[in-house]
Structure formats: structure tokens, C-alpha cells
T-cell receptor, first 110, second 114 residues
Framework: AQSVTQPDIHITVSEGASLELRCNYS??????LFWYVQSPGQGLQLLLK??????LVQGIKGFEAEFKRSQSSFNLRKPSVHWSDAAEYFC????????FGPGTRLSVLP | DGGITQSPKYLFRKEGQNVTLSCEQN?????MYWYRQDPGQGLRLIYY???????QKGDIAEGYSVSREKKESFPLTVTSAQKNPTAFYLC?????????????FGPGTRLTVL
């Protein structure tokens, strides 16, 4: 069965600091992996996705993520966080269907 | 503009009443999905449809029903059998099931049972 864990429920960083959000997945075959962002009361917006090839993928808004098969991880990173990045972030794996992690809420200090 | 619309944005229901949430897409997508979102639990799949006139139960289908009579529309009915219906409901679509395409999400409907 597919599953996704996001170990951090809530992260607070200062504006301008670097960010890494963790995601671990469980899936028997090669997964399709996604990161989404959700502002309060809104739908989800795709940040980036990984299907195959280069394990470092670039997304929108300056985000990137690295697929590490040996660690079953797909961590999201950003070198310098902006106040507008405050939101909830969801990692998802697609195998038979989409399975989402519980989310990590990001707060940004001025 | 192409996209997914959900209506209404906020919905209030009395206990014992059925209520239907609307989801429309003009992306010409074959597959459509309904998710329920509760704080700290991420998104859980209620129902999905891979093609018109066909749909399958997701992980938490009890107390919900759907129809897919048109490609553009995938309404969700929350019945009185749903024990705890207060939640944020998200509709999504994608090109077709089994593709590598992402899901595209609507803005959501927040349902509150009074």
C-alpha cells in the first residue's frame, strides 16, 4: 500500500532563511511524487513533480525537491524564504491513486 | 479561463439533511476526484471517476454519493448517513487516470453542520 509521512507538523523560519520540508513515502514501484501548496481556505497548487530522470527537480516560486530512492524521501527545499511562502505544504505519491501526507504548516517570521 | 469551479464556497446544513456540492471543470479532463480535508489529516479520497457514467469508492465513501452524467460535472452528495460531515471538500481533475499528469484542484467548499 502507498503511504506518505511528513514528520514535521509545523515549522517556523525567519524570512530569508533556508527551508527544508521532509517527505517520506512507501510504495513498491517507482513512484510519481508531487509537492503542493495550500493557502488558507483555498485549493492546492502544484509546486513541482517527479516522474523519472534527474532526481533534483525545479518548481515554481523558487522551490526544488530531491528524490532519494535509497531513503524513500522527496524533501522540498528553498534557499531563501519569503513571507508569502507561509502556507500548508503537502507531499503526495501517485501509484494506484493519489495519497497525500498530513501536511506541514509553514510560518514565516519577519 | 480553464479551470475547476466549486460551489458554493460555504455551505451550512442542519443535521439529517442531504446536501449536494457542485464541481465543474472545463479542462476536458476524463478523471475527477473528491477529497475531504480535516485539520492534521491531509486529504482523504472519497470517490473518483475515470470516465463518464463510471465511478469508484475511495477510502472514506460511507455516507457520500456521486454521479458522473457529464464529463464536465461530478457532484458530491453528503447524506444524513455521514456521521461527521463538517469539513473542507476539494474537487480535482486530471487528464486521465493512469497518466503522469498532475491533479488540478478547485477552490473548495467548506461544509458546516449546525
Amino acid at each position: 500500500a502507498q503511504s506518505v509521512t511528513q514528520p514535521d507538523i509545523h515549522i517556523t523560519v525567519s524570512e530569508g532563511a533556508s527551508l527544508e520540508l521532509r517527505c517520506n513515502y512507501s510504495y513498491g514501484a517507482t513512484p510519481y511524487l508531487f509537492w503542493y501548496v495550500q493557502s488558507p481556505g483555498q485549493g492546492l497548487q502544484l509546486l513541482l513533480k517527479y516522474f523519472s530522470g534527474d532526481t533534483l527537480v525545479q518548481g515554481i516560486k523558487g522551490f526544488e525537491a530531491e528524490f532519494k530512492r535509497s531513503q524513500s524521501s522527496f524533501n522540498l527545499r528553498k534557499p531563501s524564504v519569503h513571507w508569502s511562502d507561509a502556507a500548508e505544504y503537502f507531499c503526495a505519491v501517485y501509484g494506484q491513486n493519489f495519497v497525500f501526507g498530513p501536511g506541514t504548516r509553514l510560518s514565516v517570521l519577519p | 479561463d480553464g479551470g475547476i469551479t466549486q460551489s458554493p464556497k460555504y455551505l451550512f446544513r442542519k443535521e439529517g439533511q442531504n446536501v449536494t456540492l457542485s464541481c465543474e471543470q472545463n479542462l476536458n479532463h476524463d478523471a475527477m476526484y473528491w477529497y475531504r480535508q480535516d485539520p492534521g489529516q491531509g486529504l482523504r479520497l472519497i470517490y473518483y471517476s475515470q470516465i463518464v457514467n463510471d465511478f469508484q469508492k475511495g477510502d472514506i465513501a460511507e455516507g457520500y454519493s456521486v454521479s458522473r452524467e457529464k464529463k464536465e460535472s461530478f457532484p458530491l452528495t453528503v447524506t444524513s448517513a455521514q456521521k461527521n460531515p463538517t469539513a473542507f471538500y476539494l474537487c480535482a481533475s486530471r487528464t486521465r487516470a493512469g497518466s503522469t499528469d498532475t491533479q488540478y484542484f478547485g477552490p473548495g467548499t467548506r461544509l458546516t453542520v449546525l
